[in-house]
Each structure stands twice: as C-alpha cells, then as structure tokens.
Nanobody
Framework: VQLQASGGGSVQAGGSLRLSCAAS????????MGWYRQVPGNQRELVAT???????NYADSVKGRFTISRDNAKNTVWLQMNSLKPEDTAVYYC?????????WGQGTQVTVSS
C-alpha cells in the first residue's frame, strides 16, 4: 500500500491550501482516512479524519477553517485548509486505516508566514 500526498507549500496567513492523498496498491475497504501534522520536537497530532460513511472529526484548532473530504472510488482524501495561521505550520501526513492496520503517507510541508 502506498500513499502519495501532495499540495503542501508556503502561504501567507489568511491564505488557503488544499492537500490531497491518494492510496494505491493492495487496497481493500478503507475504513478511516485522515490527516495528522507534526512540528519538530512535538508529537504528531490529529488534524481531521473521515470515515467511510462520511462522518468527520476535527481538532478544535482547525474547526471551521479546514474541511476533510474523500472519494471512496478513487481512494483519495483531501484537506481544504482556509484562513491559515502561522501555527498551522507543520509537516502534514495522511493516514488510512484498512483491515485493522494503519498506513502512513510521506509528509508534505505546510508553511504559513505572518
């Protein structure tokens, strides 16, 4: 299973970015897809998850600004990030849960300048 993440970059505060992550390989039924982020020296933290049925969960710090979505047919998950803040700066990782196992993608850097 491979996860290919893209869409990171550098923006000014208040700007927007859209991350995408496509899963390929031996894909069966993906239960949960999600995004996490990590700042050097800190633990990786949950940003948002979306279940196969569409139920979503967001970190309090991103509620109302970020939107997670997925396409089950394409095994792809997106994270629309609006009103970005400098504290959103981190490496963002996608993750899927499939048949009881978690799979991580490579990180993509998001940098928000003030």
């Amino acid at each position: 299973v491979q996860l290919q993440a893209s869409g990171g970059g550098s923006v000014q505060a208040g700007g927007s970015l859209r991350l995408s992550c496509a899963a390929s390989g031996s894909i069966f039924s993906i239960n949960v897809m999600g995004w996490y982020r990590q700042v050097p020296g800190n633990q990786r933290e949950l940003v948002a998850t979306i279940a196969s049925g569409g139920g979503t969960n967001y970190a309090d710090s991103v509620k109302g600004r970020f939107t997670i979505s997925r396409d089950n047919a394409k095994n792809t998950v997106w994270l629309q990030m609006n009103s970005l803040k400098p504290e959103d700066t981190a490496v963002y990782y996608c993750k899927i849960m499939m048949v009881g196992r978690g799979y991580w993608g490579q990180g993509t850097q998001v940098t928000v300048s003030s």
